[in-house]
């Protein structure tokens, strides 16, 4: 079955990057899947990050203005997250998810177990 | 951005009980509504997308209704794994947005 995998430093110091990596497997992120990842602070609800495709279309929520980079590496079949100047409020455990799609409607339909990051010095 | 209102925040029901949660958004979503289930701890888990079509190996108790501003998610029945926060998504436009989630525990 479809498995994502987050990885990455459990621990970023402020003005910092965090640099994160999904491993995908049981499906091939050169599909036609798109791939997004989502935050949730200690305790808060749920923080759409934005997503990719493999083609390198992206879609990315205006609040992280432009401290977000994602990424696709179709060799490794990863997708990767970059957030620069990093502060505390970035603290969260990140998820990767897949968006599946029926029609016009889609949703994350598998995700990852998630990592917390925590944004420190 | 659209924001995603639901409500109640927090609910207690025991088992067996019918359990309805609302969802209001801030502008039209036509359709474009899902709803997720998310344990402690755990990954959240699609249940309903287009607001009213059931994910795949998501039990017939859950179902979704609604379009344009309002939707509910209901659980006919409820069962011991169903104590859980639920929330509700939009995606009809960038950004996606998440309500703040109702929490079902035990009365």
């Known amino acids: 079955q479809v498995q994502l995998q987050e990885s990455g430093p459990g621990l970023v110091k402020p003005s910092g990057t965090l640099s994160l990596i999904c491993d995908v497997s049981g499906d091939s992120i050169s599909g036609s899947s798109w791939w997004s990842w989502v935050r949730q602070p200690p305790g808060k609800g749920l923080e759409w990050i934005g997503e990719?495709?493999?083609?390198?279309?992206?879609n990315y929520n205006p609040s992280l203005k432009n401290r977000v980079t994602m990424s696709v590496d179709k060799s490794n079949n990863q997708v990767s997250l970059k957030l620069t100047s990093v502060t505390a409020a970035d603290t969260a455990v990140y998820y990767c998810?897949?968006?599946?799609?029926?029609?016009?409607?889609?949703?994350?339909?598998?995700w990852g177990q998630g990592t917390t990051v925590t944004v420190s010095s | 951005d659209i924001q995603m209102t639901q409500s109640p925040s927090s609910l207690s029901a025991s088992v067996g009980d019918r359990i309805t949660i609302t969802c209001r958004a801030s502008?039209?979503?036509?359709?474009?509504l899902n709803w997720f289930q998310q344990k402690p701890g755990r990954a959240p888990n699609l249940l309903i997308y287009a607001a009213s079509s059931l994910q795949s190996g998501v039990p017939s108790r859950f179902s979704g209704s609604g379009s344009g501003t309002d939707f509910t998610l209901t659980i006919s029945s409820l069962q011991p794994e169903d104590f859980a926060t639920y929330y509700c998504q939009q995606t009809y436009k960038t950004p996606q947005t998440f309500g703040l989630g109702t929490t079902v525990d035990i009365k």
């Open positions: 998810a897949r968006v599946a799609r029926s029609g016009a409607y889609y949703g994350m339909d598998v």
């Open positions: 990719i495709y493999h083609s390198g279309n992206t």
């Open positions: 502008q039209s979503v036509t359709t474009y």
